[in-house]
């Protein structure tokens, strides 16, 4: 049966050689890997999930003029365990997804190893969980939920280079995040049946920081980056991002 993973494997394979025949125009290709974690409990109308993810992919990325990059990102990602309350009752199981982002970084001053950029990039994850499973009063339970979690990130940055090989660049912004979900837990024994529902649809403004260590070679990089993105305005956590990437260039 093809589900959602194999197609995004397929996509995968298309964007991979899409990439690779354009690299001789200048065109770069990152294969990335990446974790996101909730510092704590994600609490929206008496939801509460531990948000972690681990995305694995590909991404493009062209630079014009010296200046400006667009880059474009598709990954897929899981969580083997991952625990949800709802109702009262607590959900174990595994959470599949998709990550999608496209991105533009503007340097508009540089001078002696010193640069300032504004960046955008907006990111979509899809989560999916068909096969929870949980306990509620010693009462046996299943679940599944499926989530959208959405981010418009605006900011501005530095960058420095310390070295002629080594470059750190730290960026702070605005990020538009909406959270929409839909969860649901199911009980069945000796005849007796019942469903509980709960959906949020919550949007929020908040700060998002990043600092980013990268090489500066010819033909082959390395980018090691760190984010936080506070959830503040709507619950009490953030979440922060760890990602590496790895650059070949012919």
Sequence with gaps: MINRSHILLVHLFILTLFATSALSEGYKIEPFALYEQAESNIVIDGVSTKYALGVAGVQVHKTFNQSLTISSRLGYGQNNNQKTSLSGATF???VTGTYLSLGGKYQFYKRDGFAIF???QITRRSLK???LVGKRNNLD???SSDTQFNSNDLAIGIALKPTETLSLEMSVGTSNWHIKSNAKGFYSSNGISATAKKSIDTKGNDPVIQATLATNKDNHNFAI???????QSKTSTSVVTSQLSYTFQF
Excluded: D
């Design 129 to 131: 969980a068909s096969n």
């Design 141 to 143: 339970l299943t679940g």
């Design 92 to 94: 174990n199981g595994k």
């Design 118 to 120: 504004s960046l955008a």
């Design 225 to 231: 980056s760190i984010s936080n993105r506070s959830l």
